[in-house]
């Protein structure tokens, strides 16, 4: 018969976990204590004037390779490039506003055009009208003259 089953490898496994954990924390936790006290040790003895010299000459040093110019111009062009953005957004506002306009416009003038046609088209009628009626009243009055 099969003694290692998954099922026994697994039980078997998590009790080797539950048994090691505790000593492994343990372990960790001594090293830490360790270290703390030889670092305070440590930590009480002064730098040397030859150190602090170097330290002070590394943090210079530092300061003088970084790309001060570079990154004021990186600034410079980022908003130069937002500058442009609102430009060119504000440009878009008015061309869409001018567009609008235009049609706007372009509408006005069809419904004026066609009321001016309409009106155009009602003066002619009453101008024939009007023509009729004197021409009407010149023959009533010629013919009551003939008579």
Known sequence: M???S????????CFFNLVATPFLLL???????????????????????AQLKYIWESEEL????EPVD?????????REAYAD???ET???????AAVDLSKRLQDMR???????????????KRKIERARQREIGKNGTVSGVKS
Do not use: F
């Open 62 to 65: 530092r300061r003088v390779m």
């Open 2 to 4: 099969r003694v290692l």
């Open 70 to 78: 570079l990154i004021k111009r990186i600034k410079e062009i980022e």
């Open 85 to 87: 953005a609102d430009v």
């Open 110 to 124: 069809a419904v004026n055009e066609a009321n001016s046609q309409k009106a155009l088209e009602e003066w002619r």
């Open 27 to 49: 372990r960790g936790h001594a090293s830490l204590s360790h270290r703390r006290l030889s670092s305070s040790s440590s930590s009480s003895r002064h730098l040397s004037s």
């Open 6 to 13: 998954y099922k026994n490898a697994t039980i078997a496994l």
């Open 90 to 96: 504000e440009n878009a506002e008015k061309q869409t």
